[in-house]
């Protein structure tokens, strides 16, 4: 087999297709990134997304809803400790203050994938459209990580940041 030419090399990466290259988005200030799901065994009705929302200084938004084609239903949700239980709760919507980032991580706030259409898939992509009260429409693509993975790519937490310790907000 022979080498391919350095030009052959460089036209095959510059022909990625969009999905390998939309694992963040940007729009009036406010960024999506590191989105990921966990896959599902099968049989399992429900899965969950979870990614970051950055704001720049002086943006303030609130994400109001998440569609996928993946699923029949999508939910904004978080947990908040019943007594000596922690539960999930449905969300209408999820608040990122000026300069901040908001995590959307396991065991916090979290985007609710129900009546799942097929089992998520590890190494599969799942297309997210986030709408924001002000940004407006962001569509993304999560990458399904391993059942029990916590965070994307086989990290415990979002690349660059330290698990929060206060409801995943931080500043930058």
Known sequence: MRALPAVAVLL??????FAATAHEATNAGVTVAHPWARATPGGVSNGAA???IKAAAGVTDRLISVASPVA??????TH???GNVMRMRRV???AVQP???V???PHGDHVMLMDLKAPLKEGD???LTLTFEKAGVLDVEATVEPIGATGPHGMAHQPGHEPAMDHGKHKH
């Open 12 to 17: 095959a990466a510059l022909t990625v297709p």
């Open 50 to 52: 979870y990614l970051e």
């Open 72 to 77: 029949g239903r999508v939910e904004l949700h």
């Open 80 to 82: 908040i400790k019943d």
């Open 92 to 94: 209408d919507a999820i």
């Open 99 to 101: 300069g901040t980032s």
């Open 103 to 105: 995590l959307l991580q």
């Open 125 to 127: 992509l799942v297309k």
